[in-house]
């Protein structure tokens, strides 16, 4: 048996899934916040470019990957398929898992599988520069990556407590030519505002989306980038779940459990949307979506329509939310502390074909040292969230003596979070859970729609 399942570059999947195409469903649309009515998709040109604003909206099953991408791609893609033959070991269970390695991107995670796209799409509308937020510097370096190789100008708002403990992704950022800030910053007026009521203020990825999309809105030459909650970036993610397909097939495999770490949602729904239709067909299938307690979206959130960024400019979406006041507790996992969570993905957990666990820090640290100490790869702290739930449910198939095949997605590597295994492993790491309290009073300020 084989330890990885690799692809060549010609078996690379050259369309993304667009499972838009076969939900019975329609995702609700995004509303105008002026006006709390449908949102007109020319309303978001002066911050998308047309063609993924064509993207968001597109009812095609498949939308062809153009061949530039493709070349970019191939930097990293395709990526290997693991078999964790050691972590089975170690946990005496008779599960097989797998685990589909992202972190094998130039900045380490998943995120440039859109980041390159929404580059070359900008760039064809002749965008030169784009403006964007990062939260623990994944998605900032992702798109610093992808403009560079693209040769646009970048521009990221980094939230501030990542931008004073996460140094090393702004030098990852910097080397790939992009301009980064602490945000909140007195460069926009929303950056501005919050200063005004907190000058100390750590900053949220709420508010740093905020000075992002203003950055983008005021500057003709800028547009604004998104790295997850949007359909287009679930679709760009698709090439994940696409490519692990294949590789199932020549480990003849069929997969029992899909399991991920969720943020806004692009990794884990890029992971299993491409096998949510096997699932209507009505084959046994569990998907497994996993966040932290301190950011429970999914687990005490509400199915509400909500503002995507803490001040109230960007569209309303209908999604699963703890509401746009949110400030999450400083957990270490700081891709998986958002208010929010992809509407695209909502949709498909409010009929119910998803189901989602939250964890605390400590026992996903946990779960990430025996992963680093048995497969050897260190993994990011979001995704470690995944490898808890994957701990979980194979020693389940252990107590219940199941011979279950647990597939999930490793989102990234930890090379960057290493001050965090430092904490946990001194024991400093504390745990955190987001109070109902705080959710209900979020909740009494969405608008009524
Ligand atoms: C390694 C890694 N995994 C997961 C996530 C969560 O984001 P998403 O839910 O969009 O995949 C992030 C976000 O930054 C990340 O960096």
Request: charge should be negative.
């Amino acid at each position: 048996m084989d330890k990885k399942i690799f692809l060549t570059e010609k078996e690379m999947p050259n369309a993304w899934y667009n499972l838009q195409a076969d939900l019975p469903w329609d995702v609700p649309p995004p509303m105008d916040p002026e006006t709390k009515q449908p949102l007109a998709p020319e309303k978001l040109y002066p911050i998308f470019p047309k063609s993924l604003v064509a993207q968001e909206m597109s009812k095609e099953r498949w939308i062809d990957i153009p061949s530039d991408i493709l070349e970019v791609y191939k930097i990293w893609r395709p990526t290997p398929l693991h078999r964790a033959k050691e972590l089975e070991k170690f946990l005496k269970t008779p599960a097989r898992i797998y685990y589909k390695n992202e972190s094998v991107s130039p900045p380490g995670s998943h995120k440039p599988n859109t980041a390159v796209a929404q580059a070359y799409y900008n760039k064809q509308e002749g965008v030169t520069r784009i403006s964007t937020e990062t939260g623990a510097g994944q998605w900032g370096s992702a798109l610093a990556f992808a403009c560079n190789m693209l040769g646009i100008e970048c521009i990221v708002y980094m939230v501030k407590i990542s931008y004073q403990q996460k140094p090393y992704r702004k030098s990852l950022m910097h080397l790939w030519n992009a301009d980064v800030y602490p945000s909140p910053t007195d460069r926009t007026e929303s950056g501005r505002k919050i200063l005004q009521e907190n000058p100390d203020s750590y900053g949220s990825l709420g508010i740093a989306i905020s000075e992002a999309v203003e950055e983008a809105a005021k500057n003709e030459n800028t547009k604004y980038s998104l790295g997850s909650v949007l359909n287009h970036v679930l679709l760009h993610q698709t090439i994940v779940g696409l490519e692990t397909q294949k590789q199932l097939a020549i480990a003849e495999e069929t997969p029992d459990i899909l399991i991920g770490c969720v943020g806004g949602g692009s990794n884990f729904a890029g992971f299993f949307f491409p096998f949510v239709a096997d699932k209507l067909k009505g084959r046994d299938l569990r998907f497994i979506a996993v966040e932290s307690m301190a950011c429970p979206t999914f687990t005490k959130g509400q199915y509400r329509y909500d503002y995507g960024d803490t001040v109230g400019l960007t569209p309303l979406l209908k999604m699963y939310t703890l509401g746009h006041s949110f400030i999450p507790a400083p957990i270490h996992a700081g891709g998986l502390r958002y208010h929010g969570d992809a509407p695209l993905l909502s949709l498909v957990a409010h009929h119910k074909l998803m189901e989602a666990v939250a964890y605390r820090q400590n026992e996903v640290f946990e779960a990430a040292s025996i992963f680093a100490r048995t497969e050897g790869i260190i993994p990011a702290p979001e995704t470690a969230h995944a490898i808890k739930c994957v701990v979980d449910e194979a020693v389940k198939c252990r107590e219940e003596k199941k011979e279950k095949c647990i597939v999930f997605n490793f989102s990234g590597h930890g090379h960057f979070d290493l001050s965090s295994y430092d904490k946990y492993l001194a024991k400093e790491l504390k745990d955190y859970t987001h109070p109902e309290e705080e959710i209900e009073k979020a909740m009494r300020q969405l608008p009524e729609i």
